[in-house]
C-alpha cells in the first residue's frame, strides 16, 4: 500500500501518559483541558484494537477490500418491572459530525509511536505515516441507516457501513459510542411521552447526567418526545426554549433573612411576572405553599399578568395534585399549569395518572380537565435510563468483496443471540391491510418480496416460521436511507423530521408493542432465501 512521500517518521520512547508527552515535548504539563480533550475525542476516541487490526489489514495488503459492516442491538432495555417493546433510533447526526471532523493530528500520531515495547512498538513507522497521510480518512464510505425518530426492533441493521475494510474497521467503537446511549434515552423518553399521555415532558436531568455526555442524551430525549429540557447550552443548539421554575434555595434564603415563603414568592415574581411558576413544597405544600402562590396570583391578575402555574416536587404527586387543583379552581385559576417532578418516569406518570382519575372525584376536580393542566418534569431517570444503562449494540462483519463479488462473512455462535446474519441484505417493514406494522424483514439484497408469498423464518429458532401472503399485505417500505456517501447526506441532523417520524411510526405499531409492562413483540424475520445463505448448525 503507498505511503504519502511527506509521511513523518516517529521518534520511539516508553510509553507515557498523555500530560508527560506533552511535558517533554512543550515544557509543561497538561491537565484535561480543552487541548487534551480534542485529543482524546478526536481520532483516538477508538478502541486499541481498533487500530491494531487496522495495522493488520494494512500489512496484509487487505486495507482497501470493500466489507460491509451492519450495527444492531440484540435485546430491547428491560428496566426490571417493566419492559420495553421498541427502541428510538438516535444519535446519527452526532456521529456524523464527529466523522466529518476525523483527522489523525500530530499528537495522536506521536502518541501512538511511544506504545509498546521500544524494542517492538506496537505500531511502525510507516503504518503511522500511512495513518498520517489519510486527509479524508471516511471519504471512501458509505453508509445507509434507519432515519432518526424511527420505531427499531432488536436484530434489525439499524447502520449499514460499506467501503475500505480498514476504515470500516476504524469506526466501529465511536459509531457505537455515538449510537447506543443516545437510542436508549430516546426509547426513555419515548416511554415517558407515552405514559404522559400526550402531556409536555421537560427534561431536566443534566446534573446527574454523564458530564458532557448528557448534550447528546439531551438531543435523544427532544427526538424522544421530549417537549424542552433545563440545560441551557443544549436548548441553545437545538433550536428549543429552556424550561425551568426556581430552586428552594430561593425560598430558604428569604425566609432565613427574616423574610417569609410570600416575600420569596413576591420577589420572583416582581422580576419575572410574564413567568411565574411558583415551587410551593419547601414548607408545607396544601397549607402555605398554593395559598401563597394564589395570593400572588391575585396580585399578578390585577397587574394584568397572567401567571403560569405551580410545581409540586415532593410528597405524594397525584394526591397534591388534586387537592392544588381544586384550590386554584376555586381561586379564580382554573387553567394555571401544575409541574410534577421528582423522581419521575414512565411507570410513576402512570401510576399518577391512574391515581387522579381514581381521587379527583372525591374533591370535585374533574379529572380530565386536571390532567389538562399538568406539566411532567423528568430528571435522573430519563438521563440515565434508570433499569436499563446501557443497550448492547454490536457491529458486525457480514460481507467482503472479491473481485466484484459479495462474499458472506459467517460468525458461529454457541449462543443464538450473537450469531451474525451474513450477506449483502435488504431491510424492510411490512404492514398489514389496517395500516398496522406487523414485522420487519430482512432479505437478500437482489430478492423480490413484492410479488411472491413470503416464508419467514425467526432467526433464532430453525423451527419456527409462518407465511404472510401477498394479499395480507397493504405496504412494504424499505426502512434504510443513505446518511453519509463520503460526506454528509443533506438532512441528517434534522431534529423536527426526527420527532415526526417517531410519532408515525408509534401510530401504526400493534398497541400491545407500546405497553409498559410485558410488551407484545415485534416481529423481526428472515426470508428463505436469506435463511439458507445461513451455515448449516
Not at 516508553?14 to 482524546?40: H, I, K
Not at 500489512?59 to 477490500?65: H, K, M, N, S
Not at 379552581?329 to 395518572?353: H, K, M, R
Request: glycine letters at 8%.
Amino acid at each position: 500500500m503507498a505511503v504519502a512521500e511527506n509521511a513523518p517518521i516517529f521518534a520511539r520512547s516508553s510509553p507515557q501518559p498523555l500530560a508527560v508527552l506533552f511535558e517533554r515535548r512543550f515544557g509543561y504539563r497538561l491537565q484535561m483541558d480543552s487541548v487534551t480533550r480534542n485529543l482524546a475525542e478526536g481520532a483516538l476516541f477508538t478502541d486499541l484494537y481498533q487500530l491494531t487490526m487496522v495495522q493488520l489489514y494494512w500489512q496484509e495488503g487487505i486495507a482497501l477490500t470493500p466489507a460491509r459492516f451492519e450495527h444492531s442491538f440484540r435485546t430491547n432495555p428491560d428496566y426490571g418491572t417493566h419492559q420495553a417493546g421498541y427502541c428510538i433510533n438516535a444519535g446519527m447526526a452526532d456521529l456524523i459530525d464527529w466523522m466529518n471532523a476525523f483527522r489523525f493530528s500530530q499528537g495522536d500520531l506521536e502518541y501512538l509511536a511511544t506504545l509498546g515495547n521500544p524494542e517492538a512498538p506496537t505500531f511502525g513507522t510507516e503504518f503511522l505515516g500511512w495513518l498520517g497521510s489519510l486527509e479524508d480518512a471516511f471519504g471512501e464510505l458509505t453508509i445507509t441507516a434507519i432515519p432518526e425518530g424511527r420505531a427499531v426492533f432488536p436484530g434489525v441493521p439499524l447502520t449499514v457501513v460499506e467501503g475500505p475494510l480498514a476504515m470500516c474497521q476504524l469506526l466501529e467503537t465511536a459509531l457505537l459510542n455515538h449510537l447506543c446511549y443516545p437510542t436508549l434515552i430516546a426509547t426513555k423518553a419515548s416511554r415517558i411521552a407515552d405514559s404522559a399521555r400526550g402531556r409536555p415532558t421537560f427534561e431536566f436531568g443534566l446534573r446527574r447526567g454523564p458530564q458532557f455526555g448528557a448534550t447528546a442524551g439531551v438531543r435523544a430525549a427532544i427526538i424522544g418526545g421530549a417537549t424542552s429540557t433545563s440545560f441551557v447550552g443544549a436548548a441553545q443548539v437545538l433550536g428549543v426554549s429552556p424550561a425551568g421554575t426556581h430552586a428552594h434555595a430561593m425560598v430558604q434564603a428569604i425566609d432565613a433573612l427574616g423574610g417569609d415563603e410570600l416575600e420569596a414568592f413576591r420577589a420572583y415574581a416582581k422580576v419575572y411576572p410574564e413567568e411565574t411558576l411558583l415551587l410551593v413544597d419547601t414548607f408545607s405544600t396544601l397549607k402555605s405553599g398554593v395559598p401563597n402562590a394564589i395570593t400572588v396570583f391575585d396580585e399578578l391578575k390585577e397587574q394584568g399578568h397572567t401567571p403560569v402555574g405551580i410545581r409540586l416536587d415532593s410528597g405524594d404527586l397525584a394526591h397534591l395534585a388534586v387537592r392544588s387543583s381544586a384550590l386554584l379552581t376555586a381561586a379564580g385559576f382554573p387553567d394555571v399549569s401544575i409541574v410534577l417532578s421528582g423522581g419521575l418516569a414512565e411507570f410513576p406518570i402512570w401510576q399518577i395518572l391512574t391515581q387522579i382519575e381514581q381521587e379527583a372525584p372525591e374533591y370535585g376536580v374533574d379529572a380530565d380537565q386536571l390532567i389538562d393542566r399538568l406539566i411532567f418534569g423528568v430528571g435522573t431517570k430519563l438521563l440515565t435510563s434508570e433499569g436499563a444503562p446501557s443497550l448492547d449494540g454490536v457491529y458486525k462483519l457480514v460481507a467482503v468483496q472479491q473481485d466484484g463479488e459479495w462474499k458472506p462473512a459467517y460468525k458461529i455462535s454457541e449462543n443464538p443471540a450473537k450469531r451474525v446474519i451474513p450477506g449483502h441484505k435488504q431491510v424492510v417493514r411490512i404492514y398489514d391491510q389496517s395500516g398496522r406494522a406487523v414485522a420487519d424483514v430482512l432479505a437478500v439484497d437482489e430478492e423480490d418480496i413484492s410479488t411472491k408469498d413470503l416464508k419467514l423464518r425467526n432467526p433464532k429458532q430453525a423451527s419456527v416460521s409462518r407465511v404472510v401472503g401477498q394479499e395480507e399485505i397493504s405496504e412494504i417500505e424499505p426502512l434504510l436511507e443513505t446518511v453519509w456517501n463520503g460526506s454528509p447526506v443533506p438532512g441528517y441532523d434534522d431534529i423536527d423530521a426526527a420527532r415526526a417520524r417517531r410519532l408515525e411510526d408509534l401510530d401504526r405499531l400493534h398497541p400491545g408493542v407500546r405497553r409498559l409492562v410485558r410488551p407484545h413483540v415485534h416481529h423481526v424475520s428472515l426470508t428463505e432465501d436469506l435463511w439458507n445463505l445461513l451455515p448449516i448448525e
